[in-house]
């Protein structure tokens, strides 16, 4: 039986041919088409940014103010007066307390956060225990021997004394008794010792007590005295040590942020313990295109508007002007933003900040030397 027409072609053929059929199509169309560096025209439309109105010169990633006049603008972000302080520990530990909250007005000084201190806190009070030690040992050095000392150092002296008589009575008989044959030599030997030995006790107590009778030594004094300074150091060492172990506010300024929690473990190397600012007064630091600053001075009219109050202005004037030009501060999430060119920054002292918080975007509107108009809300 004959096969069927489409059965007698070879499967492996007809791919063959459809790929190299295919492969055609692609060459063909990249040789019509133009290069891929060339934009469409619809890409080219969006892509294009609206000029300034005439008068203003203004950055294209923020709108231009209604108010007549030239103008400078840029994207700013909010910050306390004096720049963020953030504090940080001396030493290690677990944080045992802390004691501000956020948005708490502190004071310089003032504890903040306390670590764990029950060693430093023992290492202290021993060290007050040698102090009171010390002290007490050069009191005794300085004031001499009581009278009750003397008069028992007397009566020990004169005991001794009488001991000593005694047994060189006794040593005298008994040599007598061992010249007569009536007393051994063994006899003789243990009077004889009896008898040195009570001459030198009464010596050594009739020392005695005249040393207690003239009273302290100035070596020995001078050994207490140095006992003393030296127990005081130590003393001195353990109490600023366990100060360190309390960290304090060192400005005036709000707790703008805590990173740490109770139980947590510190490290001075790591995050610090909060963030305080001095918020008596809000700065917005602008970012302003370096073909623009020329146009920037001390003094002028400004004002700020924030995506959180609409078109509600905050007035400020131009305080500071930096004097090298550096990277931007702030970037949009415009994709069609130039992030090589350069800026100036330029701080504005706002008049009014209600309602605006710290590291908050803003876009700030500057008045420039040859504007005109009135640049307050």
């Known amino acids: 039986m004959k096969k069927p027409f489409y059965k007698q072609i070879p499967i492996k053929g007809v791919i063959a041919s459809l790929a190299v059929a295919g492969m055609l199509v692609t060459v063909g169309r990249s040789v019509i088409a133009q290069p891929s560096t060339v934009p469409r025209p619809r890409d080219a439309a969006r892509s294009t940014r609206e000029l300034a109105p005439p008068g203003q010169t203004l950055d294209t990633q923020v709108a231009p103010p209604p108010t007549a006049g030239r103008w400078i603008a840029g994207n700013g972000i909010i910050e306390p007066a004096a720049p963020e302080t953030r504090v940080a520990g001396a030493i290690a530990g677990r944080i045992a307390r802390i004691l501000v909250a956020e948005g708490a007005q502190v004071t310089a000084g ?130 600023a040590t366990l100060e360190r172990l309390t960290v304090t506010a060192p400005l005036d300024g709000e707790v703008l942020q805590v990173k740490f929690r109770v139980g947590e473990y510190y ?45 509600r202005r905050f007035g400020a004037r131009v305080t500071h002007v930096a004097r090298r030009f550096g990277r931007r501060n702030l970037r ?25 918080l710290v590291g908050q975007r803003v876009v700030g509107y500057l008045q420039t030397v040859s504007g005109s108009g009135n640049a307050q809300p």
């Open 110 to 239: 003032q504890p903040l956060v306390e670590l764990d201190a029950a060693t430093e806190r023992a290492a202290l009070e021993a060290a007050e225990a040698e102090v009171t030690v010390a002290r007490a040992e050069l009191t005794r050095a300085m004031h001499g021997s009581r009278r009750e000392d003397i008069e028992a150092a007397t009566a020990d002296t004169a005991g001794a004394q009488r001991r000593a008589e005694l047994t060189q009575s006794l040593l005298s008989r008994t040599e007598g008794l061992f010249r007569s044959g009536n007393a051994t030599q063994d006899e003789l030997d243990r009077a004889r010792a009896q008898a040195d030995i009570d001459r030198a006790s009464a010596r050594q107590l009739d020392a005695r007590r005249r040393a207690t009778v003239a009273g302290t030594r100035r070596e020995e004094i001078t050994v207490a005295v140095a006992r003393l300074r030296s127990a005081e150091a130590r003393r001195a060492q353990s109490q």
């Open 267 to 311: 490290a001075p190397a790591g995050e610090p313990l909060m963030v305080i600012g001095d918020t008596r007064t809000y700065r917005a630091r602008i970012d302003i295109d370096e073909r623009e600053f020329a146009q920037v001075s001390v003094g002028a009219n400004a004002y700020v508007v924030a995506d959180a109050y609409g078109e």
């Open 332 to 356: 949009t999430d415009d994709p069609s933003e130039r992030i090589d060119t350069k800026i100036l920054e330029v701080v504005l002292t706002l008049q009014n900040a209600n309602g605006l």
